[in-house]
């Protein structure tokens, strides 16, 4: 069974770079037909789809976050990683991984982990 692991700094200033990657154990991330993703819930508010990274290596992201978001794996570690550039305190949210087959049915999820953008 997978299991995903999120991890990173939980509190970020203002402007910065957010940086969190996330671990899976279980099962390789370049398996065939898998896509892996991040999401976050701020506080009060639905879940926000930011993007995902392909089995293959693509990249695909919300255009709410295109022009700030950046997904990128390792698989030598089989981990991926979001960044998402100047932060604002709108950015504070709780920030999950999560895998699905590219039908939005994400079966697998991380525990999620909580960022604060706060100066």
């Known amino acids: 069974q997978v299991q995903l692991q999120e991890s990173g700094p939980g509190l970020v200033k203002p402007s910065q770079t957010l940086s969190l990657t996330c671990t899976v154990s279980g099962g390789s991330i370049t398996t065939n037909s898998y896509y892996w993703s991040w999401i976050r819930q701020p506080p009060g508010k639905g879940l926000e789809w930011i993007g995902y990274i392909a089995y293959r290596g693509s990249t695909y992201y919300s255009p709410s976050f295109k022009s700030r978001a950046s997904i990128f794996w390792d698989t030598s570690k089989n981990q991926f990683t979001l960044q998402l550039r100047s932060v604002t305190p709108e950015d504070t949210a709780v920030y999950y991984c999560?895998?699905?087959?590219?039908?939005?049915?994400?079966?697998?999820w991380g525990q999620g982990t909580q960022v604060t953008v706060s100066s």
């Open positions: 999560a895998r699905d087959r590219g039908t939005a049915d994400f079966g697998s």
